[in-house]
């Protein structure tokens, strides 16, 4: 089956800084892979999702790119604030018996210091 | 639209004392799934449903069952519980399962077995 590394497990930065989160993947069939924001005492929340026909997505602050060669892709949060510290989760899915079940990652923390 | 509903919130069993977690979404989608989340482990995938009647496993069924007599409800029972699950436990839903897409969580339900 697929599986998903997620890195770095947590990840401190000051207010207005830059976060990366890097993901990777073993099933090269992976075709779609959403970004989840988790914050304290609720339940995860798409954020952002690509598919493998595209390289890069941009929304706002927020970005996502994807290297099929390699199989990784990347979370890229510009001008961090307070309110972007939560808990990140990167999955990967494809179509299994016509469903696609998405693989998540372990997750990471992030904290933004004010 | 309320979106998933989960409960309970919080329980608290007794080792081989029975439960059924209830989730319910009112989206009216195809595509129904829980989820244990323990920490540095992610989110791993216990039981899904792509409709009424059918369901499947996931990643880590053993200790669980469910059912989908309807669209809108999928309950999850535990008719052993051990500390093993004691857990975070989420029920998420998708509208359309054939071609990957948004997850909608519900808030969780966190149970504590002793």
């Known amino acids: 089956g697929e599986n998903v590394e997620q890195h770095p497990s947590t990840l401190s930065v000051q207010e207005g800084d830059s976060a990366v989160i890097k993901c990777t993947y073993s099933?090269?069939?992976?075709?779609?892979f959403p970004w989840y924001k988790q914050e304290l005492g609720k339940g995860p929340q798409l954020i952002i999702d690509i598919r493998s026909n595209v390289g890069e997505k941009k929304d706002q602050r927020i970005a996502v790119t994807l290297n099929k060669t390699a199989k990784h892709f990347s979370l890229h949060i510009t001008e961090t604030q307070p309110e972007d510290s939560a808990v990140y989760f990167c999955?990967?899915?494809?179509?299994?018996?016509?469903?696609?079940?998405?693989?998540f990652g372990r997750g990471t923390s992030l904290i933004v210091h004010p | 639209n309320a979106g998933v509903t989960q409960t309970p919130k919080f329980q608290v069993l007794k080792t081989g004392q029975s439960m059924t977690l209830q989730c319910a979404q009112d989206m009216n989608h195809e595509y129904m799934s829980w989820y244990r989340q323990d920490p540095g482990m992610g989110l791993r995938l216990i039981h899904y449903?792509?409709?009424?009647?059918?369901?499947d496993q996931g990643e880590v069924p053993n200790g669980y069952n469910v059912s989908r007599s309807t669209t809108e409800d999928f309950p999850l029972r535990l008719l052993s519980a051990a500390p093993s699950q004691t857990s975070v436990y989420f029920c998420?839903?998708?509208?359309?399962?054939?071609?990957?897409?948004?997850?909608?969580f519900g808030e969780g339900s966190r149970l504590t077995v002793l």
């Open positions: 998420a839903s998708t509208r359309d399962r054939a071609v990957g897409g948004e997850l909608f």
């Open positions: 099933d090269s069939a992976s075709n779609y």
């Open positions: 999955a990967a899915s494809m179509a299994s018996g016509g469903s696609y079940i998405p693989t």
């Open positions: 449903s792509v409709g009424a009647g059918i369901t």
